[in-house]
T-cell receptor, first 112, second 112 residues
Framework: KNEVEQSPQNLTAQEGEFITINCSYSVGISALHWLQQHPGGGIVSLFMLSSGKKKHGRLIATINIQEKHSSLHITASHPRDSAVYICAVTAYSGAGSYQLTFGKGTKLSVIP | DAGITQSPRHKVTETGTPVTLRCHQTENHRYMYWYRQDPGHGLRLIHYSYGVKDTDKGEVSDGYSVSRSKTEDFLLTLESATSSQTSVYFC???????????FGEGSWLTVV
């Protein structure tokens, strides 16, 4: 069973700060996902990675397959970035199927 | 937005009654998942499906059953609801292991 660990669990930042959220996992994966969940809201996929780096606006996601580690960076943070960020990994579970395993999330609060 | 809808969105039910949650997709995605989200636990897999009539258990499947008789619908049934099943339930869909995950908006279930 894959174990997914995120750090930190909670993060408070001043508006404009550069933010990093980390994710590590225990076994080989086929893909890693970064998700965003606003309070009381649904869950939105930000990135899906299997190697390297992806960028979308102020968000950057990187993955190091050898080290089983991924980071989500937010540049020039803004109060609207306040949300829970969730790391999830997809791994083969046998019988031709794949399973998602989730981290417990990082709660980010950006203060004006 | 992916065409995925959950119903009902909110439900209050009594202990011992059966409850069925429905997840409906219009995307023809092969994989469908049911998760529950609870404070301190994050998202936990209940059951998933990798095709019509192909389902498997997740890490918290006790007390739940599922059915998928057609591609677009994945039903989650609580045969006899208990207070410990009070939670937010999310359905998710995906084309496969290396594809983006799309989540429904969630179903808030309260068992009294």
């Amino acid at each position: 069973k894959n174990e997914v660990e995120q750090s930190p669990q909670n993060l408070t930042a001043q508006e404009g700060e550069f933010i990093t959220i980390n994710c590590s996992y225990s076994v080989g994966i086929s893909a890693l996902h970064w998700l965003q969940q606003h309070p009381g809201g649904g869950i939105v996929s930000l990135f899906m990675l299997s190697s390297g780096k992806k960028k979308h606006g102020r968000l950057i996601a990187t993955i190091n397959i050898q080290e089983k580690h991924s980071s989500l960076h937010i540049t020039a943070s803004h109060p609207r970035d306040s949300a829970v960020y969730i790391c999830a990994v997809t791994a083969y579970s046998g019988a031709g199927s794949y399973q998602l395993t989730f981290g417990k999330g990082t709660k980010l609060s950006v203060i004006p | 937005d992916a065409g995925i809808t959950q119903s009902p969105r909110h439900k209050v039910t009594e202990t011992g009654t059966p409850v069925t949650l429905r997840c409906h997709q219009t995307e023809n995605h092969r994989y469908m998942y049911w998760y529950r989200q609870d404070p301190g636990h994050g998202l936990r897999l209940i059951h998933y499906s990798y095709g019509v009539k192909d389902t498997d258990k997740g890490e918290v499947s006790d007390g739940y059953s599922v059915s998928r008789s057609k591609t677009e619908d994945f039903l989650l049934t609580l045969e006899s609801a208990t207070s410990s099943q009070t939670s937010v339930y999310f359905c998710a869909i995906s084309l496969g292991s290396g594809n983006t995950i799309y989540f429904g908006e969630g179903s808030w279930l309260t068992v009294v």
